[in-house]
């Protein structure tokens, strides 16, 4: 007899709970910002982080490894595209960024990049071939 899929609460995932991390901070930092701020970073910052926990809670509450897999490189994505956002703050000094949310941003695309890697080994050999992406423009 198979076990029942137990839901764990969203709250219990490390890779959550560092993004909500990153977050709050980007959320903390945005009175930084100043009101003309011609960049735009403070939306992209904003968006980008809550994209974030959102692929990331897709990710963990997908079954089919082949959704696990697609949610998490949408999280890669939004943690390179926070980075990037820092990175352009910071060079253009309208923002100050610590450099332990450069830390925490490595480890959380160390450990997005561990999660890839190990829903793909979960992938059957035969469907490797189907892309989860196309699948889901076609319907």
Sequence with gaps: MKKPIRMTKLEDNQLWRMA?????????QLPEFTEDEEYGM?????????????????AA??????????????????????????????????????????????RLADGIADEVSGASDDIPEYLKHFSVQEHKHES
Aim: aromatic residues 12%; charged residues 30%.
């Design 61 to 106: 509450g997908s079954l089919d490894p082949r959704d696990k897999t697609y949610y998490y490189g949408l999280a890669m994505r939004d943690v390179y595209g926070i980075r990037n956002t820092l990175i352009m703050a910071s060079k253009t000094q309208t923002l100050n960024v610590e450099p332990s949310v450069f830390l925490k941003l490595e």
């Design 42 to 58: 403070e939306p992209k910052l904003r968006d980008r982080s809550f994209d974030l926990t959102c692929d990331l809670a897709e």
């Design 20 to 28: 909500s991390e990153i977050m709050l901070y980007a959320y903390d």
